[in-house]
């Protein structure tokens, strides 16, 4: 299948304001574009790009001052499948995990494991270890937290999502990563594309996301896998575009400097064969 995505982005700035941006695909999914994937700016700004320690695509900029618009639109193909679903996987010994994945086991900004180990372990100790013990904690998050826009709150953490029991698709996925490092799962933060297709149109359509991976034993030795614990079931034509330890090295835009939101839309849709043969040749 094809997905045509993309977002114009604009904000208001007080002067020279230094902008990081994780706003493209994550490299692995390159191979997948059918159209260039450019960002634009309006005004024009000189613009370079480097790959982070997360492995997220970041491009650096300077906002001149007043209004600035960013933007794309892309055709990317994706398998059309739903997130892999293992019920068999097997949580893996602290001991046995890699290197690079230890960090995921680790408190970090907005995952406050020290606040949450010992809820955790009251709630999950006593759920089978891997698959269903991941599963027992998204639907522990997803019943927990009532989802509303405008209780959005840029400093809320996992504890505080707990306790005040709301927020949006980052807090979601902050409680579920604590909670499942809390059990000694390790567990990342990922953000992207994520339209409605195949399930009914949200009524406060957001086309981009938040969810989580884990990382359990898979056929071949261990992997990551996806969750979410806002939707709670498994997704077609998730597109990523950056992974960290939490929302703090995944944000979209980070300002140095003031910079107030004035535009923000994102489409992601599902586009026949046709059409993306006809963009692919614009």
């Not at 999950?124 to 998204?138: C, D, H, N, P």
């Not at 390790?186 to 406060?204: E, F, Q």
């Not at 034993?217 to 997704?235: I, M, S, V």
Request: charged fraction near 20%.
């Amino acid at each position: 299948m094809h997905v045509r995505t993309g977002f114009t982005i604009a904000f208001d700035t007080l002067g020279p304001t230094p902008m990081n941006l994780l706003l493209n695909v994550r490299p692995e999914r390159r191979s997948d574009l059918v159209t260039p994937e450019v960002i634009t700016f309006d005004p024009p700004v000189a613009a370079r790009q480097h790959v982070d320690a997360f492995g997220n695509v970041c491009t650096r900029i300077v906002a001149p001052g007043g209004r600035i618009t960013m933007a794309a639109d892309f055709t990317i193909a994706d398998s059309g499948l739903p997130d892999v679903q293992a019920p068999e996987a097997r949580q893996i010994p602290v001991q046995d995990l890699p290197d690079d994945v230890l960090m995921y086991l680790l408190g970090s900004r907005y995952c406050d494991t020290d606040k949450l180990s010992g809820i955790a372990w009251s709630l999950f100790g006593s759920t089978l270890e891997g698959w269903a013990r991941v599963q027992a904690i998204v639907d522990f998050a997803h019943n927990r937290l009532r989802f509303d826009y405008q209780q959005a709150d840029a400093t809320r953490t996992a504890f505080d999502g707990y306790t005040q029991q709301v927020g949006v698709c980052r807090d979601f996925a902050h409680l579920a990563i604590t909670l499942c490092r809390c059990m000694n799962i390790p567990a990342r933060y990922a953000t992207g594309y994520l339209g409605d297709i195949g399930v009914p149109k949200d009524p406060a359509p957001m086309d981009f996301s938040a969810w989580f991976e884990v990382y359990l034993e898979g056929p071949e030795g261990g992997r990551w896998y996806t969750f979410d614990a806002r939707h709670n079931q498994p997704r077609i034509a998730r597109i990523v575009m950056a992974r960290g330890r939490d929302a703090t090295d995944c944000a979209l835009t980070t300002s140095f400097g003031t910079a107030y939101l004035v535009q923000f839309d994102v489409h992601t849709d599902e586009v026949g064969d046709e059409q993306a043969v006809l963009a692919r040749a614009a």
